[in-house]
């Protein structure tokens, strides 16, 4: 989803500015990994935040503000979601299905009972499709890797993430 909107924005931005240089400046873009030539890092996407302002960061913002989640059965998009998979399976393509990580700062202000549907969705889609779902949401809460409470920083110091993820899929693959 961040992809198509970001390229969507970036192609808005190309018409309505045919001088790339000036949108290119305007947007602050720039490529960290060649590899990944549609995913667009911005310079805001590297700072890595204190424990301090990231708590700041949860009473100043949305985050937090949290809406219900529907048990597995009445949830449009946990509906969704097994539907995917089950079309994955059927097909026979490998998969691997995660949690997002969360800083400590957004997991401290997550209610009870939203963690414990979440668990809930998780363990049912793993029993219903004998599968396992890894579980990184709070494995890298405590760590200063951070730009905000739900997303870590681009850089050298939070490549764990990518190299976890990484050898999730590796292991996956034999």
Known sequence: ?????T???????K????????????????????????????????????????????KETRVGNFREINLPY?????IALKEIIKKIKTNDINFVLFTTPHHQSYLDVTPNLVIDRFDQIIKNIEIEFDIEVYELTDKYA???????????????????????????????MN
């Open 1 to 5: 989803k961040f992809t198509t909107l």
């Open 15 to 58: 018409i309505w500015n045919k001088d790339t240089t000036q949108v290119s400046n305007k947007v602050g873009k720039f490529h960290p990994y060649p590899n990944m030539p549609f995913y667009k890092i911005t310079k805001n996407d590297i700072p890595i935040l204190t424990n301090e302002e990231l708590h700041d960061y949860v």
């Open 7 to 13: 390229t969507l924005y970036d192609f808005t931005l």
């Open 74 to 78: 009445s949830n449009i998009d946990v």
């Open 142 to 172: 405590d760590l200063e890797i951070w730009n905000d409470p739900t997303h870590i920083a681009v850089g050298e110091k939070s490549l764990i993430y990518s190299e976890d993820i990484s050898n999730i899929i590796l292991e996956e």
